[in-house]
T-cell receptor, first 115, second 113 residues
Framework: QKEVEQNSGPLSVPEGAIASLNCTYS??????FFWYRQYSGKSPELIMF????GDKEDGRFTAQLNKASQYVSLLIRDSQPSDSATYLC???????????????FGQGTILTVHP | GAVVSQHPSWVICKSGTSVKIECRSL??????MFWYRQFPKQSLMLMAT?????????EQGVEKDKFLINHASLTLSTLTVTSAHPEDSSFYIC?????????FGPGTRLTVT
């Protein structure tokens, strides 16, 4: 089982719709969760981080964390074509006790927002 | 806030030469910096983790004598690719972490001819 799993997609949504991106993780002791956006040929950009159960909202983005289910999601409201990118879920896992704050990434979900 | 710069943004070098890439956190102090490489259409691969004033921790399979990392201050880390070969051509990305979150630099595209 992969430590962090995402649906690779591609996920295609119409402009103005809600895009829902999902991620599960295997290490129950994980404490810190991140969503990054990566455009083709560019480096990742931090969109959201969440540490506590529940929802965290920032503009059009909402991150949701459920530690009991080991599940974290990202909702993008009013999706725009400029949101088309690969979205990476990342977790700081303490597997093996040697994390040093190291991120474990999912394989990424490709999102396409069509006009 | 939380801006990380990298220099150069792209570099072409001849096989056998060395290339140094700088990573700077511009508006925060980074207790830890990370170096990644990414091949086209592949995931980020962590190469090493560095803490200011101490030796870098390299991931399994990464040659520490080939990829020299120096974390000189809380705002600067450098990666030197020594005796570069065409297979070292890749997109090298650093990140800096003030606490838990990591902020990525724009990346350096290295081409070895």
């Amino acid at each position: 089982q992969k430590e962090v799993e995402q649906n690779s997609g591609p996920l295609s949504v119409p402009e103005g719709a809600i895009a829902s991106l999902n991620c599960t993780y295997s290490d129950r002791g994980s404490q810190s969760f991140f969503w990054y956006r990566q455009y083709s040929g560019k480096s990742p950009e931090l969109i959201m981080f969440i540490y506590s159960n529940g929802d965290k909202e920032d503009g059009r983005f909402t991150a949701q964390l459920n530690k009991a289910s080991q599940y974290v999601s990202l909702l993008i409201r009013d999706s725009q074509p400029s949101d088309s990118a690969t979205y990476l879920c990342a977790v700081i896992s303490n597997a093996g006790g040697t994390s040093y704050g190291k991120l474990t990434f999912g394989q990424g979900t490709i999102l396409t927002v069509h006009p | 806030g939380a801006v990380v710069s990298q220099h150069p943004s792209w570099v072409i070098c001849k096989s056998g030469t060395s290339v140094k890439i700088e990573c700077r956190s511009l508006d925060f102090q980074a207790t830890t910096m990370f170096w990644y490489r990414q091949f086209p259409k592949q995931s980020l691969m962590l190469m090493a983790t560095s803490n200011e004033g101490s030796k870098a921790t390299y991931e399994q399979g990464v040659e520490k004598d080939k990829f020299l990392i120096n974390h000189a201050s809380l705002t600067l880390s450098t990666l030197t690719v020594t005796s570069a070969h065409p297979e070292d051509s890749s997109f090298y990305i650093c990140s800096a972490s003030p606490y838990y979150e990591q902020y990525f630099g724009p990346g350096t595209r290295l081409t070895v001819t």
